[in-house]
Every structure is written in C-alpha cells, then in structure tokens.
C-alpha cells in the first residue's frame, strides 16, 4: 500500500506576508512611481499624496565647502550628468558662491539657494524616478584650501508598507493597485546581513539598489521609521533576508 508524503520544509516567511493575526490596518494606492516597487518594502507619498504611493529617493542634496573660496579656485559641478560651466572665484567668496548657485538653479527640473556662508542646497523632483547625484571638483588656486562635501536627504513622506499579493511575480509595476499596511505586524525585506532586535528601531533605505529595505543602521543611506520597530530577529528565505515589523502610523 502506498502512502502520500509531504514536505514541511515551508517558507517561514514571504516579503510583504502579513505576520501576525491582530489588528492591522491596509490601504490601497496606485503607483504613481516610474519604477517598481518590490513587497515588503517602504514606500513613500505619491505626488498625489491621498492616491499615490512611489519608492523613496535621495531628491536634496547640499554641497558645503570646508573654507571661503579664494583667488583663482575654480569650482565645477553636475547634476545629475548634466554639467555647468566652471565657475572661477570672482571678487570675493560670497559673490562667487551665488554665481554658482545661478548655474545650478538653471538647471531644467533642479532648485537650488544659498542656504549658508558656504552652504548650496539643491533639489529635484524624486518623481523622475533617481536619486539626485551631485558630482561637485575644486581645484585651489593662490592660497586656496577650500574641500568640498556631499551630502543628501529626502523630504519625502513615509506612507507604509507594501503587502505582497498572492500569484503577483514581487512588485508592483507603475499604475498598478498596492496594499500598504499602516497598522499590524509585516515580514518586511532587509538589508542583506542585517540583525534586528526586538523592538529595535527600523530605518528604510532611500537610495540605491536597497532603497525600500529595512535596516539597523543610522547613515547617509537610511531614513528613521518613527511608527515601527523590529519585532523578530532575520530570517533568510527564499533568498531575502526578512524580518517581523510592526507598523502603527497615525
């Protein structure tokens, strides 16, 4: 007589699988992105915010110099891949920072101000879908010591988790409908190689390959998800490496 056998060699988890049976809450969105976005990830406001959901981006960016511009230094930058024209130092340090302001803000999609003595913000839609990417040189002319440092943000507002759905191949191609959860407990996908505590704080990554992913880790990569917390150690499952989060966002 035969007998029926089976495997319980099951996954423990899915990106974007609802995790436990309490309370949850769920909305539906579209994405109004250019991209996909994956299950399990952090998602951001849409451009419309009450119907729309996208990926996080780096969309502002400073540029900061370590010293006043002198004589003969010359500055240039991109944006983006889209280069300005150098700029070379012109009367005094505070003219030839609004000079190269000007170049930037006439950039097409970009704004940009002098927010500080040695200070350029910049800034671009995220809605085109990349990250802003600031390529910025000097070279130091006369007595010049001047250095320059990058650094980038997003403004962008954290709506949620993205459900997985059943038979869909892990994403959410554009215009189509998402389910985020704002309230109960997700396997959300992490950064590779990443060990949450319980109850530990959850930052989401906003740039690169990982953007929407999980993490530990406070960086110039990462953003803080004030609403969630680690609720499980990682797992390592179907090649992802997940973890129990518990979102309750207002």
Request: hydrophobic share 40%.
């Amino acid at each position: 007589m035969s007998q029926l056998s089976y495997s319980n060699d099951l996954a423990r988890g899915r990106a974007g699988l609802i995790a436990d049976t309490g309370p949850r809450r769920v909305e539906s969105y579209l994405n109004g992105g250019v991209t996909a976005i994956q299950f399990g990830r952090g998602v951001a406001r849409g451009t419309d915010a009450e119907t729309q959901v996208e990926n996080i981006y780096q969309e502002n960016g400073t540029i900061t110099f370590s010293a006043d511009l002198v004589a003969a230094d010359v500055v240039s930058i991109s944006i983006n891949g889209v280069a300005i024209t150098s700029t070379t130092y012109g009367g005094d340090h505070a003219t030839t920072m609004a000079a190269i302001e000007a170049k930037i803000e006439a950039l097409t999609g970009v704004s940009s101000s002098v927010s500080g003595a040695r200070v350029i913000s910049v800034s671009r839609p995220a809605t085109d879908g990349a990250d802003l990417v600031i390529v910025a040189t000097i070279v130091n002319g006369g007595a010049g010591t001047a250095t320059i440092a990058l650094a980038y943000t997003t403004d962008q507002l954290f709506a949620g988790i993205s459900l997985g759905e059943q038979g869909e191949d892990g994403e959410f191609v554009q215009y189509t409908e998402v389910p985020v959860m704002t309230q109960g407990v997700v396997w959300g996908e992490c950064v590779t190689g990443q060990t949450p505590a319980v109850d530990g704080t959850v930052y989401v990554v906003s740039t690169g390959a990982n953007r929407g992913k999980f993490s530990t880790v406070n960086d110039t990569t990462t953003e803080a998800v004030s609403a969630a917390v680690f609720k499980s150690a990682a797992i390592v499952t179907e090649g992802l490496t997940l973890a129990k989060i518990e979102i309750n966002k207002p």
